[in-house]
């Protein structure tokens, strides 16, 4: 019965520019509203995860972007729905400035700042993994739960 429950996957960017961290503000008119995450956007079907990822941030922030490595994926199981969530590093050129196309504000955000921000869970548990942090079960333990994170190199403790 589980495989009825639709599946989507979303891909994230990672995008730090001297020792900070680009977050969107979802929209209010979007599940989740208000919440903040890495720039990130659904895989329409037949295109790659890059493909999608640079549309999105074109679409999102106004920004062309080179993706690089994934570091992150996580699986999240919300009411009616999963989310396969796999977050890459991303980079844009030092001239593009984002800027908030479709989505309600934007931030760059030093690594220590990212508590101050409400995420959504899929997004809280990958941050929580990308920085080190072990929160007790509060909403972001469930058992069906996959989180991993690819040895990349993503230091976001530093800065």
């Given at each position: 019965?589980?495989?009825?429950?639709?599946?989507?996957?979303?891909?994230?960017?990672?995008?730090?520019?001297?020792?900070?961290?680009?977050?969107?503000?979802?929209?209010?008119?979007v599940a989740l509203a208000g919440l903040w995450e890495f720039p990130n956007g659904?895989?329409?079907?037949g295109e790659t995860d890059e493909a999608a990822l640079r549309r999105e941030l074109r679409e999102r922030a106004g920004v062309d972007v080179e993706v690089g490595a994934a570091v992150a994926h996580r699986t999240h199981d919300y009411d009616g729905y999963v989310v396969d969530l796999v977050l890459y590093r991303a980079t844009t050129a030092p001239t593009q400035k984002p800027r908030p196309v479709r989505v309600a504000d934007l931030r760059w955000v030093a690594p220590h700042e990212l508590e101050n921000y409400a995420f959504p869970p899929a997004d809280q548990a990958t941050t929580d993994l990308l920085l080190g942090i072990n929160r007790d079960a509060r909403s972001s333990r469930q058992d069906n739960n996959v989180m991993r994170s690819a040895d990349s190199g993503l230091d976001l403790q530093s800065g």
């Open positions: 019965m589980k495989d009825l429950v639709p599946h989507i996957r979303v891909v994230a960017a990672v995008i730090e520019q001297e020792g900070r961290y680009l977050i969107t503000q979802r929209g209010s008119t659904r895989v329409e079907t």
